[in-house]
Each structure stands twice: as C-alpha cells, then as structure tokens.
C-alpha cells in the first residue's frame, strides 16, 4: 500500500503543482509505507490561533505539525501521520526576506512539517542537525535551492 496525502488550500494559494513532487521524492528517499497525512493552506490569524490554542504561543508561525502517533509504530493496515499547517502569508514573507522564491520557501515549509509527522525534530542541537541537514539534502536533490 503507498502513501497517501491531500494538499488542502483554504487559502486560496493555489501555485503548488510543484510540492507534489516534493512530497512524492521525500516519501519515497525516507520509505514511507502505507501512511496518510493533510498539508492545510491558512492565513496568519488561523495558525496564530492554532499556535496560541495548542502550543500555548500567542503569535502566528510559519508551520504546524500535528503527528497523531508522536512516531510510535501502529499495527495497522494504514498509518494516519497526522496534518500539517502552513501560513501562506508568513511563507511569502519569509521567501522575501530569506531571499529565495515562494517554491523554495513553500517546499522547505512542507518537508519540515512532513519530517515532524516522522518523528524529526529540532529541540536539542544534534537533533536539529540531523533534521536540518535532512531537509536541505532533499531539497538540494531536488534543485531547489536558495
């Protein structure tokens, strides 16, 4: 069984076509079997109330990742990962100030929260290497660079 995603644009984005294959590269480079996730497009004020309401941070972000099974493996036929949400306005502001396009700064967003659903994070520094140099190692083989 593969994996299975939706991209969900409540924002009204709509210039992705590209993050499928973002998504299908990284799946595949980390063998990633019989999984579903959500990617959901918001605005500033629903992530800043999902950040404030969940994490108990009263600001927007830039992305969230709500993994369901905290990496914990599921004897199930299907594993549901969980959902990510990207503020598509912080990622416009972000690919200006970081100086590199929406693409790059779109795709970073989604492997970031993909990589949190798997288990990644970045709390402490060695975990913050590993995951970091993980996402730019995908992103480099993909040609979008900064």
Do not use: C
């Not at 993050?19 to 019989?34: E, S």
């Not at 690919?95 to 929260?113: D, M, P, Q, T, W």
Request: glycine fraction near 4%.
């Amino acid at each position: 069984m593969n994996t299975n995603y939706e991209i969900i644009d409540e924002y009204g984005y709509e210039n992705y076509d590209y993050l499928y294959d973002v998504l299908n590269y990284t799946i595949k480079k980390l063998n990633v079997k019989n999984s579903i996730f959500d990617i959901i497009f918001i605005d500033d004020d629903r992530i800043h109330e999902i950040n404030k309401d969940y994490r108990g941070i009263d600001r927007p972000t830039d992305v969230i990742s709500f993994a369901l099974n905290d990496n914990k493996k599921i004897d199930t036929v299907l594993n549901s990962l969980g959902d990510i949400f990207i503020s598509i306005p912080r990622m416009k502001e972000q690919s200006i100030s970081y100086n590199h396009s929406e693409k790059r700064e779109l795709s970073f967003l989604a492997v970031h929260g993909l990589l949190h659903l798997l288990g990644y994070d970045h709390i402490d520094k060695k975990d913050e290497k590993i995951m970091f140099d993980l996402q730019e190692e995908i992103l480099n083989e993909l040609g979008i660079n900064r």
